[in-house]
């Protein structure tokens, strides 16, 4: 058997191989891709895989966009970190999804049904393609994020989270407690994947969740000053053009 998995994120690549490999040892991995370019360019220079792994959200695209400039249709698992896709067409034909962090057992799940679909393969159709995208029309907000605890991934839940903010180049998330954990985004790239009536941007170092604002009070030349929960170990403030927005966000 030979598998494509087309995934942009190196950790996540590399987790969802070795698993493979050890559920199927003699399993080809074809092909580790990470853009729709990259991905279409070698579907047209290679046979198409027995079974593709797709991460929905790639840097140059959607991975959908594969499938309305390449030929192949045949068996598809996608992976994405975003709950939120309530894509009932993933249960159709020979389409299937896991949810990142992949567990092993819900990869063994996607393998058997890859197994019985074998017998009476159904290929994945415009229609079921057309459906997937249509559901992408709305916001959609990331429900977890992937963290790195020693030498191993694991994730936390966007509702442990009580605020981002950056340090040193860092961004954090601040759990409940002392507890933080480094992540690998900016602050500007978080902004757009958090739901907005939940989280705000409270200046360029911060974007907190409504649930840790605890105080807010006036402070110099028309700003804010905000007491966070957890306490930050450093000044949380807004500015005057923020003020007002900031003051809706607290009243929706």
Known sequence: MR?????????????????ILKMRPGTEICGTLDSVESTLQWLKDNPAPDLAF??????????????????FMGPVVFTTAYDQYTLKAFKQDSVDYLLKPIEEEELAAALQKFDRRQQSP????PDVLQSLVNSLSQPQYQSRFIIK????????STEEIQYFYSEDGIVFAQLEGKKRHALDYTLDALEPLLEPASFFRLNRKVIAHIQSVHKVAPFFN???????????????????????????????
């Open 122 to 125: 159904n290929m994945l159709s």
């Open 222 to 252: 028309g700003r804010l000053l905000v007491t966070l929960r957890p306490a930050a170990d450093f000044e949380v403030t807004i500015s005057r053009d923020r003020a007002s927005d900031f003051k809706r966000w607290l009243g929706a």
């Open 3 to 19: 598998f494509l998995i087309v995934e942009d994120e190196y950790p996540a690549a590399k987790r969802l191989s070795q698993l």
């Open 54 to 71: 797709f991460d929905i959200q790639l840097g140059d695209g959607l991975s959908f966009d594969i499938f309305q400039h390449s030929p």
């Open 149 to 156: 605890i020693g030498q191993q991934l694991s994730y936390i």
